[in-house]
């Protein structure tokens, strides 16, 4: 399951769009710059987006609840549910992550290092 995904491809390539968040990071310069997601982009980051809210909801019983209600989840419920849902192997998160530039810090790998902890003790997987 996406946690986040590139904006854009080959020399195209501007930066990554975070779905929990729902942010896109653009890199220009060398440096990166939280924007919002070109609207060519809306319908993919919504169809991603939805797979991961519903599966981080199914992580926590009262996520799960909360998102029945209402529909939607914040950031930090998503971010509750996907570890729940990490720590009992129900969840395989998927990060996009540029690795022939490793100069550049993208704001999946502050995620992408806690779900490593994470799988590092529950499960002995390691990355």
Avoid at 3 to 17: R, Y
Avoid at 21 to 50: C, F, L, Q, S
């Amino acid at each position: 399951m996406p946690i986040s995904i590139p904006l854009g491809e080959g020399a195209d390539f501007k930066g990554t769009i975070n779905l929990i968040e729902n942010k896109a990071y653009i890199i220009d310069g060398g440096k990166e710059t939280a924007a919002d997601i070109p609207a060519e982009m809306n319908d993919i980051v919504e169809n991603y987006r939805t797979i991961m809210v519903e599966a981080a909801a199914e992580g926590d019983d009262e996520i799960l609840e909360k998102y029945f209600e209402v529909g939607t989840l914040t950031a930090d419920e998503i971010r509750k549910g996907l570890i729940e849902g990490i720590k009992a192997n129900k969840i395989v998160p998927v990060f996009f992550r540029r690795c022939n530039n490793g100069s550049r810090n993208y704001q999946s790998s502050k995620l992408y290092c806690k779900c490593s902890s994470i799988s590092k003790r529950t499960s002995g997987i390691y990355c």
